[in-house]
């Protein structure tokens, strides 16, 4: 059962940006950290971002770092991921996730999840 869902992802040329946004219901969302993961072809889940449910909290994993910029509108129950500069690398099947209350980047402390976007960088 999809409790978030993600929306955003497509194909883009390399250099070029797209902007993820994932919606959850208000009981998921609320007083909960948010995170992006992605999952390549071959690879396992990573980490790519997370924000805290005040938004003053964010991390990024250092192949993202400068480049994507995650955000939140609670009022929405949306979080979103600008991503700037994509890379081929970055392609990959992207989730949004609703974890604990404080930002962590272990995928198993997050307990619900979207069933993701799929985001393809040409080379």
């Known amino acids: 059962q999809v409790q978030l869902v993600e929306s955003g992802g497509g194909l883009v040329q390399a250099g070029g940006s797209l902007r993820l946004s994932c919606v959850a219901p208000g009981s998921m969302f609320r007083s909960k950290s948010m995170g992006w993961f992605r999952q390549a072809p071959g690879k396992e889940r990573e980490f790519v971002s997370g924000?805290?449910?005040?938004?003053?909290?964010?991390d990024y994993s250092d192949s993202v770092k400068g480049r994507f910029t995650i955000s939140r509108d609670n009022a929405k129950n949306t979080v979103y991921l600008q991503m700037n500069s994509l890379k081929f690398e970055d392609t990959a099947i992207y989730y949004c996730?609703?974890?604990?209350?404080?930002?962590?980047?272990?995928?198993?402390?997050?307990?619900?999840w979207g069933q993701g976007t799929q985001v393809t960088v040409l080379s």
């Open positions: 996730a609703a974890g604990p209350s404080i930002v962590v980047r272990n995928s198993g402390a997050y307990r619900y």
């Open positions: 924000i805290s449910w005040i938004g003053g909290t964010t």
